[in-house]
């Protein structure tokens, strides 16, 4: 089938939606359209999909679905809710779920996989993440869960990734102090004490957050956990494996500390980073002269930018560098994602998820917004612009990938313990004290 026989497949309605016409620009990969094409036929066939994506999100994933559409001849449905992780427990407990479903949450898609709701998808899946997802065995990783018989398969697909190891600052302000951007930590470190040595401040660091205060240090704790220790030892924090109290997690505590609790590194001091709200923490990076030269926090800090801010000339970012010392830890992103599991197995099913191993199902999303991909085979030049670029070469560079680790954790300790425990470390607690609370937290849940 070619690509005009794709453009004309689902009549002249569907294809007036294709958001790119197939074969008009060369930097979209056609081809694999094409090829997916010849090898699904399902018309006729109707296929359900539930989501998170609302609003902007859900415009966008149904510019991508019209490609699958054309491509297949299947009637594709996709819905959401507000409250869509409860209501994929309810449609799966009650033997109605979706053909498919698409979820940010690790946990839930472990409980679903545990109760025998999902579909393993093979070991060829396997095999395609890691070929072809750099970090592969992190996706391969963060994919596998146990099913209802104790045996662990690759159960979801991960498609659509946020990155959260992010460095902010001005690029003019570094120009008119002739700093330069920090390749290493030891650089960073660096780059924080001369910033003090002549005269200014370093750091905005603000962890308010209403209910969810402390949630931004957090963040900051799992991008040094993953730049000081194994990836499986990351893995055993997260599960409890090793508690707060090891020397390990400690240890990142400390490393957090450096930062946040000298007050000459700090807008505001050390006793302004729990009241600052982390929506008008960034704001110090603008102002002039500037009261901070660098904030760590992730993709999404832009919307509360000063308006008219542009990301790229106004303001960039770095990748958070990892250690010189320790180069056997490469580099290491923290992030967030959603991924894709087969709730109810049918040819439609499979062929969704052969779907988004294409490059076409990538690259439609990319050059559009919000959307970035580990997917070694895609036109990195699709990305609708160069921050979303650059934030996918730091995916493409990562050599581990790994959830946020609070997100990971029990809702009593990642939404609760470990927040309110940061909180108590910058207004003055020792690592080891608050380790110890938060570890006392958690061996108190049955």
């Known amino acids: 089938m070619g690509v005009c026989a794709l453009a004309l497949l689902a009549g002249p309605v569907a294809a007036a939606e294709l958001k790119f016409k197939p074969g008009e620009d060369s930097k979209f990969n056609w081809a694999s359209l094409e090829d997916f094409g010849k090898g699904h036929d399902l018309k006729g066939q109707t296929l359900t999909i539930f989501g998170p994506w609302r609003g902007e999100d859900q415009a966008l994933f149904e510019s991508v679905l019209e490609y699958f559409r054309t491509a297949t001849g299947a009637d594709v449905k996709y819905s959401s809710s507000e409250n869509y992780e409860q209501q994929i427990v309810i449609d799966t407990q009650a033997g109605s779920p979706p053909d498919v479903a698409i979820l940010p949450q690790p946990g839930l898609i472990a409980d679903l996989a545990a109760k025998g709701y999902l579909s393993p998808l093979g070991d060829d899946t396997q095999k395609w993440l890691l070929d072809n997802y750099s970090a592969g065995k992190s996706w391969v990783d963060l994919s596998t869960y146990a099913g209802k018989d104790g ?137 002039s002269p500037p009261k901070c030269y660098l904030h760590h926090q992730g993709s999404f800090i832009p919307s509360f930018f000063p308006e008219g801010t542009k990301v790229g000339d106004d303001v960039d970012f770095f990748f958070l560098p990892p250690y010189a010392s320790k180069p056997e830890l490469g580099n290491p992103v923290l992030g967030a994602g959603t991924l894709a599991m087969i709730t109810k197995d049918s040819p439609a099913s499979r062929a969704f998820l052969d779907f988004l191993k294409t490059p076409i199902a990538h690259e439609v999303w990319m050059a559009q917004s919000s959307f970035l991909t580990p997917f070694k085979s895609v036109n990195q030049d699709t990305y609708a612009n160069g921050p979303m670029k650059k934030q996918g070469e730091i995916l493409l560079n990562a050599t581990t990938f790994r959830f946020d680790g609070s997100d990971l954790m029990p809702g009593k300790i990642g939404a609760g313990a470990f927040w309110t425990g940061m909180v108590d470390f910058v207004g003055g607690k020792s690592s080891a004290d608050v380790g110890a609370e938060i570890q006392k937290a958690w061996d108190a849940i049955k």
């Open 151 to 287: 045996k662990k398969q690759v159960y979801a697909f991960p498609y659509k990734i946020d990155v959260k190891s992010l460095i902010w600052y001005v690029p003019e302000n570094f120009e008119d102090a002739g700093y330069t951007v920090p390749k290493t930590m030891e650089e960073l470190k660096a780059l924080t004490e001369k910033i003090v040595a002549d005269g200014g401040t370093p750091w905005c660091i603000g962890l308010g957050s209403g209910g969810a205060t402390g949630w931004p240090a957090t963040d900051w704790v799992e991008d040094l956990m993953l730049r000081t220790q194994t990836p499986e030892t990351y893995d055993k924090w997260v599960t409890n494996g090793i508690p707060f109290t090891d020397a390990a997690v400690t240890g990142a505590l400390d490393e957090f500390g450096w930062f946040a609790k000298n007050p000459k590194f700090v807008d505001g001091g050390s006793q302004a980073v729990a009241s600052t709200d982390f929506r008008d923490s960034p704001k110090g990076l603008f102002s």
